[in-house]
Every structure is written in structure tokens, then in C-alpha cells.
């Protein structure tokens, strides 16, 4: 696939939602996650009318660069000869809101090959069981997300956060499909390539079209990646190769699952890379780390009988 002089960093500049997004909680949890309401009743109190469709990349389109507002996480419907499909879907609340964006944009609904789960979190999957009945598709997803999906596992997919008071309903869905690395996903003519990006949770995908990497939560435009939890399954040493080879791929953009798309560049990568390879040895991250330099060093200082100096004048 070619590409020619099209830039997406022009057609994407960034988000700016109504809703507070906490980074970290699950990368993007919505303080007011149902409050979708002032798009609802733009789409549904006035004349229904067919959208201008305004691609991201040939042959994608992001649903809330679509609409012109932010209602959650980023949802590519990835399109070529009448066939589509979802990649994500968010929270259940904006599953109408979605589903009437493609309808406004004439993509039959009977025409959705499947949705497809980046990986397990409540902010991208919670609305997965609504959407499949209402578009009578399947579910495709990788086979570390299966088990949390089909029982709607509440602590691994991060919706039921006790210590925050946070509870989120997890609908259970079926999976018929699993994906894993190097498999190929078709939609028409066009070719997902099936990437495992395990780091964030153990379930990662990522889906390359072309010179574009639909990213997930690897990594967003401002450096940041998506959030390091152990009830999730990340894995800090999994995160740096996984970001190692975004880094090193031909891929040109990244097209990451929050915020804006962003060009892949090696010195930018370096720097979250390196930050994330800190971690390893940062107590910060509790059981996710190797090991804390600062033990070894108390461990010396106890044998030797050593204090800072100055306090013997205290």
C-alpha cells in the first residue's frame, strides 16, 4: 500500500474532550465516563444525514476525530469493498454513539466482519457485548484476553478498582476468534498485520496497514505509554522490547488507541525507552521491578555500620 504525499499529522491534532481523563488509571479513565450526552443529542434530535467521511489514512477512519469530539478511547473502523470492521470499541455507554456515526457514514451494519480487542481493559472492551448484539458479529481478540473477556473479570480488565471506589460493570462476551502474532487480518483487499505488543497487559495487539501501526497503548504522542498495573499482567522488560521494535520497524506513524497520531521517530523512542528500562530497577513498580539498588547499598552500609555523614553532629 502506498501512501504518497498523504500526512496524517495534518488531519490529527490532538484531543480535547469535555470529559477529565485520568492518564494511568487503565490509561484513560473518564472521571464522568457516561456523560456522552451533548453528542447523543446532536445525532439523535436532529434530521438524520449521511457524513463526509474524513479518513486518517486511507481506508481508516477514527471514530472521534469523525464526530469532532472525544466520547473515549480511539476506535479505527478499518474499511475497503463494502467489508468493515472495529478495532476497540470503549465503554458501553458510547456504543450508540459510535454505531450511529457508521450508520451516518452508510457502512451497512450487516457488513462488520468482526470487533477486534486491542487488549482487555474496561475503557476499550466494556461496550464489546452491546456491540456484537446490536451488529451480530464476532469477537476477535489475543488469547491472553479470552479468559478475562468471556468472564468479565473485573480486577484484570481494571474496571473494579476498590481502593479509588471504582466499580464498572465488565459485560462477560464471547470470543470467536483468537490472533497472535503474525497472523493476518483481511478486510477487502487490505492486510492487518497482527502484531503482539505484550508490556501493558500481556494481550497487546497492535495492527500494521501499510506505514501506519495501529499502536494501542504502547506509546502516545507525548511520550507517555500506557499504564503499568501487575493486576493487568505488565511487564516492564516486555514493554522495552515491544517498544524496541516499534522503534526499529519501517512503520512510519503511529496511530496509538488515546490522543493523536504521531510519526515514529527513533530518538523520540530512545527516550521513553530508556525511562522505561529505569523502571526495572525502581521501587516505584513494586513486584514489576528486577530488583532496588538502594537495598543493596542499605545492605552495605548496615554490615559496615555506616551513617550519612554529618549526622554524628546532630
Known sequence: MTTGNWNPATEITGQTGRQRRIAGSSDCYFATYNACHSFRSLLFKTTPHMLTPKPIFPGVIELNFQA????????????????????????????????????????????????????????????LAKAKSILKTSVTAHPNAVEPLQTGDTLI??????????????????????????????????????????????????FRIGDVLLSGDNIYRDGCIGAIDAHHGSDIKDFVRSLERIRDSDVKWLAPSHGPIFANNPEF?????????????????????????????????????TLPEGLDRL
Open 269 to 305: 523512542m530512545n527516550r521513553t525507552i530508556d525511562r522505561v528500562r529505569g523502571y526495572l530497577k525502581m521501587a516505584d513498580f513494586g513486584t514489576l521491578a528486577d530488583s532496588w539498588p538502594l537495598m543493596d547499598q542499605w545492605d552495605d552500609e548496615v554490615a559496615a555500620g
Open 157 to 206: 480488565t481494571l474496571a473494579e478498582i476498590t481502593a479509588q471506589n471504582l466499580k464498572l460493570e465488565m459485560p462477560p462476551v464471547q470470543i470467536e476468534h483468537q490472533v497472535n502474532d503474525g497472523d493476518i487480518i483481511t478486510v477487502g483487499s487490505l492486510e492487518l498485520e497482527v502484531w503482539h505488543t505484550p508490556g501493558h497487559t500481556n494481550s497487546q495487539l497492535a
Open 68 to 127: 469532532g469530539e472525544v466520547l473515549g478511547c480511539n476506535v479505527y473502523l478499518v474499511h475497503d469493498a463494502g467489508e468493515w470492521l472495529l478495532i476497540d470499541i470503549g465503554y458501553e455507554e458510547t456504543v450508540d454513539d459510535f454505531i450511529e456515526i457508521i450508520r451516518q457514514l452508510d457502512f451497512p451494519l450487516s457488513r462488520c466482519k468482526t470487533l477486534v480487542a486491542t487488549h482487555a481493559d474496561v475503557d476499550h472492551i466494556q461496550g
